[in-house]
């Protein structure tokens, strides 16, 4: 099995996220950036299934240089090799980064692409399906386990209020959902080993992929509102509390 | 430039999903600024018989891709119809709720039509001739207003973020003759969990936390039943094994925005907060007063929850008689 993994750096979610000036984007410093939750799990559902089947890992991620962190996290978790495109400081959007992985993807053979439901900075959620569709192969969201058989790859996903189990043939493209695995840290010789892997990196300009101008422009940003602190409801006892909210949410805040 | 406005509509066994009614809301309210029309786009097997209910919100055509195929609601079949009913009609402006199946919609349409894509949107309307919309990023830290040039605009509408409003609409139904060729997944097994009200659906969310204990949520899910909402998690309760990942809420997991948020025996981490704070009301009960839950809530109640919830339970079946 070929596999191909997608993944982007985020800020950690835990991340108090400030509006830089200009306010169409947010302050960059003291920002701590880690490797897409979502990711995390593509990448160890790749190693589980090489540890099965055979095959290789390559990860794939579209940024700046610090992006090197991220994939240096991947190859440090078992991934065999990492590809860096660099935008140049090129603006993009959902479609435009789907655009240029998709022509990168193109040029390998994969039989499976794990990409992420999410990634926890835009939420998007539109990546992974828009690479598929540019490729022209079917793609499966929000995998909560997986089977490969004789080129086919079956699919528990989580839908609104249920869980489908899908079939579809290989290649495709599958998205990561929490509770698909937990994802392994790296090991110490792990780490040192991916200090030594060289990161193949391309230039947008020399990948062969023009993704336009983005459609989709940020033109201001803004904080939602906060809420204040609560109002602590006093009482003797349990009960009393209760009935005083209550009272509260019906006459007040007239939600019940 | 055309000015019309498609609003593809989501059905469940035969009925619409709230969020189509809020979808066809959004789409109105547009559709009077570009001068229309409003053209709702429904899809499914054997659902003729619900179709006229998109005119109820203002549709002046209706659109019925009815097929087989497109019974079980599975991502490549609906893709497949969703993009013949724009080739039929031409829209400027195509919005769908953001639900599961709609984001994969959404998605591989802006791919397929090379159209610009705001996904998750809790606003959307026309500034000139830009589309423009409001969508939270970071995990709802931020809100970002987004302009989408290109044609169609593609805008999925975050459940329970607009509202669905009445309005007459002509809505002649017409029926749409399309092919599925090309798909290729196939559907094994379907599990839905039945009776239970969708996270991002309810009116109120009743979320238990570590402060739960263990997978015992019988306090938690009484208050919810009593009101009529739907039971939530915090991560650390989903990772403890006792809830279930698609209760997860946080920004991980399942952005909610209910009229009535309770959250019980929940810290108030900054990743959970994300996925609650659009609650029109917050109510926190927690056993420690320095909880940061306690800065974040219109009202709160320091004290174990296991005397306190079910006290509110019964306080609030005592006003319903
Ligand atoms: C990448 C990442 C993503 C994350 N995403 C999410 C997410 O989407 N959603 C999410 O929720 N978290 C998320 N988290 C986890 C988050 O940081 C917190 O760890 C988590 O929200 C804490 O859950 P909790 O409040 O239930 O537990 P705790 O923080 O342990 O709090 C339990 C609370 O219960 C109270 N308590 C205990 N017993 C009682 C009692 N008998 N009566 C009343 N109160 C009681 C305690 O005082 C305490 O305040 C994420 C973390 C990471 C690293
Ligand atoms: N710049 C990028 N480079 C590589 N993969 C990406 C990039 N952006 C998004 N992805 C992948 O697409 C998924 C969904 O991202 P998004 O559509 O932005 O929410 C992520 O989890 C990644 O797997």
Same mark, same amino acid.
């Given at each position: 099995?070929?596999?191909a993994?997608?993944l982007?750096?985020?800020?950690?979610?835990?991340?108090?996220?400030?509006?830089?000036?200009g306010g169409?984007?947010?302050?960059?410093?003291?920002?701590n950036?880690?490797?897409?939750?979502?990711?995390e799990?593509?990448?160890?559902?790749?190693?589980?299934?090489?540890?099965?089947?055979?095959?290789?890992?390559?990860?794939f991620?579209?940024?700046?240089?610090?992006?090197?962190?991220?994939?240096?996290t991947a190859?440090?978790?078992?991934?065999?090799?990492?590809?860096?495109?660099?935008?140049?400081?090129k603006?993009?959007d &959902?479609?435009?980064?789907?655009?240029?992985l998709?022509?990168?993807?193109k040029?390998g053979?994969f039989?499976?692409?794990?990409?992420?439901?999410r990634?926890?900075?835009?939420?998007n959620?539109?990546?992974?399906?828009?690479?598929?569709?540019?490729?022209?192969?079917?793609h499966?969201s929000?995998v909560?386990?997986?089977?490969?058989?004789?080129?086919?790859?079956r699919?528990t996903?989580?839908?609104?209020?249920?869980?489908?189990?899908?079939?579809?043939?290989?290649?495709?493209?599958?998205?990561?959902?929490?509770?698909?695995?937990?994802?392994?840290?790296a090991s110490?010789?792990?780490i040192?080993k991916?200090?030594?892997?060289?990161?193949?990196?391309?230039? $947008?300009?020399?990948?062969?992929?023009?993704?336009?101008?983005?459609m989709v422009r940020?033109?201001a940003?803004r904080?939602p509102?906060q809420?204040?602190?609560?109002?602590?409801?006093? #009482?003797?006892?349990?009960?009393?509390?209760?009935?005083?909210?209550v009272?509260?949410l019906r006459?007040?805040a007239?939600?019940? | 430039?055309?000015?019309?406005?498609?609003?593809?509509?989501?059905?469940?066994?035969g009925?619409?999903?709230?969020?189509?009614?809020?979808?066809?809301?959004?789409?109105?309210k547009i559709?009077?600024?570009?001068?229309g029309?409003?053209?709702?786009?429904?899809?499914?097997a054997?659902?003729?018989?619900?179709?006229?209910?998109?005119?109820?919100?203002?549709?002046?055509?209706?659109?019925l891709?009815?097929h087989?195929?497109?019974?079980?609601g599975?991502?490549?079949?609906?893709?497949?119809?969703?993009a013949?009913?724009?080739?039929?009609?031409?829209?400027?402006?195509?919005?769908?709720?953001a639900?599961?199946l709609?984001?994969?919609i959404?998605a591989?349409l802006?791919a397929?039509?090379?159209a610009?894509?705001?996904?998750?949107?809790v606003?959307?309307?026309?500034?000139g001739?830009?589309?423009v %919309?409001t969508r939270?990023?970071?995990?709802?830290? =931020?809100l970002?207003?987004v302009?989408?040039?290109?044609?169609?605009?593609?805008v999925?509408?975050?459940p329970?973020?607009?509202e669905?409003?009445?309005?007459?609409g002509?809505?002649?139904v017409?029926?749409?003759?399309?092919?599925?060729?090309?798909?290729? $997944?196939?559907?094994?097994?379907?599990h839905?969990?039945?009776g239970?009200?969708?996270?991002?659906? %309810?009116?109120?969310? =009743?979320?238990?936390?570590r402060?739960?204990?263990g997978?015992?949520?019988?306090?938690?899910?009484?208050?919810?039943?009593v009101l009529?909402? %739907?039971?939530?998690a915090?991560r650390?309760?989903?990772d403890?094994?006792?809830?279930?990942?698609?209760?997860?809420?946080?920004?991980? #997991?399942?952005?909610?925005?209910?009229?009535?948020?309770i959250?019980?025996?929940?810290?108030g981490?900054?990743?959970? $907060?994300?996925?609650?704070?659009?609650?029109?009301?917050?109510?926190?009960v927690?056993?420690?007063p320095?909880?940061?839950?306690?800065?974040?809530?219109?009202?709160?109640?320091?004290?174990?929850?296991?005397?306190?919830?079910? %006290?509110?339970?019964?306080?609030?079946?005592k006003?319903? &008689?």
């Open positions: 099995m070929e596999i993994v997608l982007k750096q985020v800020p950690a979610t835990e991340s108090l996220i400030e509006i830089a000036d169409t984007t947010i302050k960059t410093d003291g920002i950036w880690v490797m897409n939750p979502y990711d799990l593509a990448v160890e559902e790749a190693l589980q299934i090489r540890a099965a089947d055979g095959g290789t890992v390559t990860v991620s579209l940024g700046p240089e610090k992006a090197v962190e991220a994939l240096r190859l440090a978790m078992g991934a065999d090799t990492a590809v860096r495109i660099d935008p140049q400081g603006p993009m &959902g479609l435009s980064t789907a655009k240029v998709a022509g990168e993807l040029k053979a039989d499976l692409i794990i990409a992420g439901h990634a926890v900075d835009d939420d959620f539109q990546v992974g399906p828009a690479v598929a569709e540019l490729m022209g192969i079917p499966i929000m909560i386990r997986q089977e490969v058989t004789d080129g086919r790859i699919c996903r989580t839908i609104d209020g249920g869980t489908l189990v899908l079939e579809t043939a290989l290649p495709a493209l599958i998205t990561t959902q929490r509770g698909l695995n937990e994802p392994r840290y110490l010789p792990g040192m991916a200090k030594k892997k060289p990161i193949d990196t391309r230039a $947008l300009s020399e990948t062969g992929t023009d993704p336009g101008e983005p940020t033109i940003m904080l509102p809420r204040k602190g609560g109002r602590i409801i006093e #009482g003797d006892s349990a009960t009393a509390k209760a009935e005083a909210l009272k509260a006459e007040e007239k939600v019940i | 430039m055309s000015q019309a406005i498609l609003a593809i509509t989501e059905q469940l066994d009925s619409f999903k709230n969020v189509s009614f809020e979808v066809i809301s959004a789409g109105k559709a009077e600024k570009t001068g029309p409003l053209i709702a786009g429904v899809m499914g054997g659902i003729e018989a619900i179709a006229g209910q998109a005119a109820e919100y203002g549709a002046d055509r209706i659109l891709a009815d087989e195929g497109l019974k079980d599975l991502s490549d079949a609906c893709i497949q119809a969703a013949q009913l724009v080739a039929k009609s031409g829209p400027a402006v195509v919005l769908i709720g639900t599961s709609g984001k994969d959404a591989r802006s397929r039509l090379d610009p894509l705001a996904m998750d949107c606003d959307v309307r026309v500034e001739d830009q589309v %919309a939270p990023m970071y995990g709802g830290k =931020v970002a207003e302009s989408l040039s290109g044609t169609p605009a593609i999925a509408i975050r329970r973020a607009v669905a409003v009445a309005a007459q002509q809505g002649e017409e029926k749409v003759d399309i092919s599925l060729d090309g798909t290729t $997944l196939s559907l094994v097994e379907k839905m969990e039945t239970k009200i969708e996270l991002t659906e %309810a009116d109120v969310v =009743v979320t238990g936390g402060g739960m204990g997978d015992d949520f019988a306090v938690v899910e009484a208050l919810a039943k009529g909402g %739907a039971v939530g915090s650390s309760a989903v403890e094994g006792w809830r279930a990942v698609s209760d997860q809420v946080g920004q991980t #997991g399942k952005v909610v925005a209910p009229n009535l948020y959250a019980c025996g929940v810290s981490a900054i990743q959970h $907060l994300a996925g609650m704070a659009s609650s029109r009301v917050v109510v926190a927690n056993k420690d320095e909880a940061p839950i306690f800065s974040k809530c219109d009202f709160g109640i320091v004290g174990d929850l296991f005397d306190v919830v079910p %006290a509110i339970t019964a306080e609030i079946e006003m319903k &008689g």
